[in-house]
């Protein structure tokens, strides 16, 4: 985490995809702060140049897990829910186009601190990333996981417990993201 003091989620996530059960081995390309033009960056080919991060050929993953769209709920271009999934497709469709063999976990946004923004903005996004993941083109390679849910306390508000900052989780945060994200890839693999 980029905040002083916090704790965010790393032990969760060695614990859970560090190796010590090979299924769920992991590499974790995840920045906090990035948008999906800094992701779109990092992953391009550095022969596009970009960063490359998903340029080596021995990177074969059978599942790459995306959760990304909303630091760019922040200084948003407008219609702001129609700019985050755009932003969100394109990384879909980056990843495809670099691992055409990986099946896409597609991850619903997590609620934030902020009301407004949940109803305005989160909700409508998450919505359309559920309708875009169930269209027939993308049927094949991406599958939707609904987690907004799981972070709201009895009120339907963030369950500020799953939260280091408003926005990143910490680790009960992990763990409940771990609790939803672990029978999904279960499920994946014994199709």
Same mark, same amino acid.
């Given at each position: 985490?980029?905040?002083?003091?916090?704790?965010?989620?790393?032990?969760?996530?060695?614990?859970?995809?560090?190796?010590?059960?090979?299924?769920?081995?992991?590499?974790?390309?995840?920045?906090?702060?990035?948008?999906?033009?800094?992701?779109?960056?990092?992953?391009?080919?550095?022969?596009?140049?970009? %960063?490359?991060?998903?340029?080596?050929?021995?990177?074969?993953?059978?599942?790459?897990?995306?959760?990304?769209?909303?630091?760019?709920?922040?200084?948003?271009?407008?219609?702001?829910?129609?700019?985050?999934?755009?932003?969100? +497709?394109?990384?879909?469709?980056?990843?495809?186009?670099?691992?055409?063999?990986?099946?896409?976990?597609? +991850?619903?946004?997590?609620?934030?601190?902020?009301?407004?923004?949940?109803?305005?903005?989160?909700?409508?996004?998450?919505?359309? %990333?559920?309708?875009?993941?169930?269209?027939?083109?993308?049927?094949?390679?991406?599958?939707?996981?609904?987690?907004?849910?799981?972070? %709201?306390?009895?009120?339907?508000?963030?369950?500020?417990?799953?939260?280091?900052?408003?926005?990143?989780?910490?680790?009960?945060?992990?763990?409940?993201?771990?609790?939803?994200? %672990?029978?999904?890839?279960?499920?994946?693999?014994?199709?």
């Amino acid at each position: 985490p980029w905040f002083p003091g916090k704790v965010g989620g790393l032990a969760v996530w060695r614990e859970t995809f560090g190796g010590a059960d090979p299924a769920n081995l992991a590499l974790n390309l995840g920045i906090s702060g990035d948008r999906t033009e800094h992701l779109l960056y990092r992953i391009q080919p550095k022969s596009d140049g970009g %960063l490359g991060e998903l340029d080596r050929p021995d990177l074969n993953p059978e599942v790459i897990v995306l959760l990304i769209g909303i630091n760019n709920s922040w200084d948003a271009e407008s219609p702001a829910v129609d700019s985050v999934f755009a932003g969100i +497709q394109a990384v879909v469709a980056a990843v495809r186009a670099r691992k055409p063999d990986a099946l896409i976990v597609l +991850q619903s946004l997590l609620p934030t601190n902020e009301p407004d923004r949940n109803a305005q903005l989160v909700l409508p996004v998450n919505a359309a %990333l559920a309708a875009f993941a169930a269209e027939p083109a993308q049927a094949e390679h991406v599958r939707y996981l609904e987690l907004y849910p799981s972070f %709201l306390n009895e009120q339907g508000q963030q369950n500020s417990a799953f939260f280091m900052d408003g926005v990143h989780p910490n680790e009960n945060g992990y763990r409940a993201w771990r609790k939803q994200l %672990l029978p999904m890839l279960e499920t994946l693999r014994s199709r």
